[in-house]
């Protein structure tokens, strides 16, 4: 594991979100240190695309304090965020299928030669970026739209890289991806984390949470419901804590089934 | 736990190549990507592998110009052999011009394609641009160069207009510029005002546009060779700048043969034109727009945001584009372009009239854009197609015209290559998803 300074790269304090006659967050606490994958979960509901959205400046909280390497910050627009250092990838990749690998890579910030798209210094780039993050894909020329789900989820997340971010915000990356697909944005999570990032993982998926994640925090109701390290915890204390109650549909199930045979 | 992901070997994928491990300390790999994924089609090098990468292109439906070409090459072919006038250096040369007026128009028409919309005001637009110069420079006497940047400006304006309507008040493009056909139209008549038609002075530089020939015989050839040559040097310097750096060129073989293509066909217009009344005025504007316009779709990053909008308007947002900016500018261009079309043809007809900009103006701009390769839904197109597609409707028209074949029929063939056209677009795009490439 690569440096980790003393000290939360972000720390939220109290955050809360109120969307008309709903209450979306109330008093969420979070830190997030770098060097560290964070999985955020909890039920559809709980907050966890809200919370994403206060820290990635696109819905800013109504209450509570945003930390950024200490020192408290106002992050009320995206441009904030980036400039913080803050990458979010949204679940639906935000990605062009008719531009090609190189051009998605640096759209909005291309790099000009006198006034001119200087696609000869972007390729070099882009295959720099590809090649340190180990990720393959067959051509950085051909459009987003010949990649496999897996393939254009690392080149989102590759993407979010471009800004040299410190934290890096996954929202829901290994949904719809196959087996290996999953494998490999998996594996690119814990190279970011190799490289001393921050990484905010939000997901579903039990086995990812488990198979990358250093902590978990879980969020049920719009309210923080224990923050648990992923070694020492079992996913059905995980699971508890996410559905809100020992007795659940989930530990019903699997009650009934025996042991899980997953 | 077996779903628990193998950490250390790093995943199904990796075991298959040889990875250099999960945490790649070094940051500059000199020899960029290495592993290549075996699956990827790799293009031998030298001309056979640009021969088989072709071939496969076709395949799979990335069709690019090749289907307007070889419809250009049958229609011509089918005219010559029922008149021989028709490559006759006049009807060649009155063509080439003829080009310009719709081709403008169509220009801006591409643009709006890029983003995936319509135009459907361009043609009113050009309509109400000639006779807001007729009118200014005629009737009130204001100088020509003034009452055509006015035209101009009250084209880029209307645009804009319709722009802000849509991108800015969230109305549907085609509402928005149906709107803007009746609307333009109606104030055109206003403007003309009782007169009807107003005549363009014969001696005048609007006339010029479309009448001016540059009759030495070095002025075409030179054209074709200034083309030839800037384009050769824009290959050759790229693909040198590719190889110092380390990526992918382009051979030189590929790049000559390229530039011999372009040669043949520019020098043998050239030729052409010359054994008329030389290069006319109007093409070399038509070109010359097109070059710039090409160069701002494909080489600056506003070309760039407006082909990033067709694909996908929610990532070029997150990727911080200002899409309402781009959609405005868009659809203003579209509207200058459009009036440009109006001048140059009220400049072919000699007079702005009631009759400007309706009829099958609208459809024919529209219809070049797509036959000439530019899709009907967003992000992918090129400027030239506006060229291409005017060279397919022109050759019908002025073909039909020389065989005195009457304006029904040419209509109803006109609407059959466009039902072609957008046939092939929609075909070739199917094939295209299938083999993974559009």
């Not at chain 1, 488990?210 to 978990?216: G, H, I, N």
């Not at chain 2, 005001?121 to 020509?144: C, I, K, Q, R, Y």
């Not at chain 2, 990526?247 to 073989?253: D, E, G, K, V």
């Amino acid at each position: 594991m690569a440096i980790v300074p003393n000290g939360p790269v972000l720390a939220l304090r109290g955050i809360s979100k109120r969307f008309g006659a709903v209450q979306a967050l109330t008093d969420i606490h979070l830190e997030v240190h770098a060097g560290e994958v964070v999985a955020l979960v909890g039920d559809n509901g709980a907050g966890k695309s809200t919370l994403v959205k206060s820290i990635a400046g696109v819905g800013p909280a109504d209450e509570g304090v945003i930390e950024w390497q200490g020192k408290p910050v106002q992050v009320t627009r995206p441009h904030d965020a980036q400039e913080l250092g803050i990458a979010t990838v949204y679940q639906d990749l935000a990605l062009c299928d008719n531009i090609d690998v190189v051009g998605n890579l640096f759209l909005g910030r291309e790099i000009l030669r006198v006034g001119v798209l200087d696609e000869v210094e972007m390729e070099r780039r882009a295959r720099e970026l590809l090649q340190t993050l180990s990720i393959r894909i067959p051509s950085v020329r051909i459009p987003i739209a010949s990649l496999s789900g897996g393939q254009r989820q690392t080149v989102a997340i590759a993407r979010s890289m471009l800004g040299e971010p410190k934290l890096v915000i996954l929202d829901e990356p290994t949904a719809a991806l196959g087996v290996e697909q999953t494998a490999q944005v998996l594996d690119l999570v814990e190279r970011l984390r190799d490289r001393g990032l921050a990484v905010i993982l939000i997901s579903h998926n039990m086995a990812d949470v488990k198979a990358v994640a250093d902590r978990v925090a879980v969020l049920r109701l719009g309210r923080n419901n224990g923050i648990f390290d992923v070694k020492t915890t079992s996913q059905e204390e995980i699971i508890s804590a996410i559905t809100g109650a020992t007795d659940n549909a989930v530990t019903r199930r699997k009650a009934r089934s025996g042991e899980v045979a997953k | 736990m077996t779903t628990n992901v193998d950490k250390t070997n790093g995943g199904p994928s990796n075991g298959a190549n040889k990875a250099s491990g999960p945490a790649d300390a070094n940051p500059v790999a000199k020899d960029a990507v290495t592993v290549v994924d075996p699956r990827l089609l790799v293009r031998q090098e030298g001309f056979k592998g640009y021969l088989t990468e072709f071939g496969r292109k076709m395949r799979s439906g990335d069709l690019g110009a090749v289907p307007v070409i070889v419809g250009i090459a049958i229609i011509w072919a089918v005219f010559q052999a029922k008149d021989s006038a028709f490559l006759s250096p006049k009807n060649l040369s009155d063509l080439s011009i003829l080009l310009g007026g719709t081709g403008m128009i169509s220009v801006g028409i591409v643009f709006v394609l890029l983003l995936g919309e319509i135009d459907l005001s361009v043609g009113s637009v050009s309509g109400l641009a000639a006779a807001t110069l007729a009118v200014l420079n005629v009737n009130h006497g204001v100088p020509e160069g003034i009452a055509v940047l006015a035209a101009l400006a009250s084209g880029a304006a209307l645009g804009a207009l319709h722009g802000f309507f849509f991108a800015k008040i969230g109305v549907p493009a085609f509402v928005v510029t149906l709107a803007g056909l009746l609307a333009w139209n109606g104030l055109m008549l206003q403007v003309l005002g009782t007169t009807g038609t107003i005549s363009i002075a014969d001696d005048s530089f609007v006339r010029d546009l479309t009448a001016h020939y540059f009759s030495q015989l070095i002025a075409a050839y030179g054209a074709a060779t200034v083309a030839t040559a800037g384009f050769f040097l824009a290959q050759f310097l790229d693909s040198r700048r590719r190889k110092a750096v380390g990526i992918p060129s382009r051979p030189l073989s590929e790049i000559l043969v390229r530039t011999g293509v372009l040669a043949v066909i520019v020098y043998a217009a050239a030729w052409r034109l010359n054994e008329y009344k030389g290069l006319p005025l109007a093409l070399v504007i038509f070109v010359a727009v097109l070059v710039i316009l090409d160069f701002v779709v494909r080489r600056t990053s506003y070309g760039r945001k407006v082909i990033a909008l067709g694909g996908s308007v929610e990532a070029a947002r997150r990727a911080g584009i200002n899409v309402v900016a781009i959609r405005i500018s868009v659809y203003s261009l579209a509207g200058l372009m459009a009036a440009c079309g109006g001048i140059m043809i009220a400049s072919r007809i000699g007079s702005a009239s009631q009759q400007a900009g309706t009829g099958n103006l609208l459809m024919e701009a529209i219809a070049a854009a797509v036959i000439g390769g530019t899709s009907l839904f967003g992000g992918r197109g090129s400027v030239w197609s506006a060229l291409l597609g005017m060279l397919v409707i022109g050759s019908i028209s002025s073909g039909m015209n020389l065989l005195g074949v009457a304006n029904s029929v040419q209509y109803m063939i006109t609407g059959g290559v466009l039902l072609a056209a957008v046939v092939i677009d929609s075909v070739s795009r199917r094939t295209q998803r299938s083999a993974g490439r559009g």
